[in-house]
């Protein structure tokens, strides 16, 4: 069945930027729900954002104004924006469709550092 893959994580200062990829391994059009998460050390696992396939969109309040969701259809592709970042960013963040999700299947992320 299909599988996501993350990757564009990596060390970044407070304030600045990155985007994360999540591509799905086959050939596929991404057509359900698709959401990105985040999990610090020694914390739980946090919803970040979701979309759905008619682009429906919602963000957690910690990072509203700050992040953008999006896809891409025809890449199988869903991408996070992350914007004016700050040390409590620091997560290992997986994307996932609501289907895999709640079967308990999980990718290994990929992990964002904000620091000095």
């Known amino acids: 069945q299909v599988q996501f893959v993350e990757s564009g994580g990596g060390l970044v200062q407070p304030g600045g930027s990155l985007r994360l990829s999540c591509a799905a391994s086959?050939?596929?059009?991404?057509?359900?729900?698709m959401g990105w998460y985040r999990q610090a050390p020694g914390k739980q696992r946090e919803l970040v954002a979701t979309?759905?396939?008619?682009?429906?969109?919602n963000y957690a309040d910690s990072v509203k104004g700050r992040f953008t969701i999006f896809r891409d259809n025809a890449k199988n592709t869903v991408y996070l924006q992350m914007n004016s970042l700050k040390p409590e960013d620091t997560a290992v963040y997986y994307c996932n469709s609501d289907h895999r999700r709640l079967s308990g299947a999980w990718g290994q992320g990929t992990q964002v550092t904000v620091s000095s």
């Open positions: 086959g050939s596929i059009f991404i057509n359900f729900r």
């Open positions: 979309i759905t396939s008619d682009g429906i969109i």
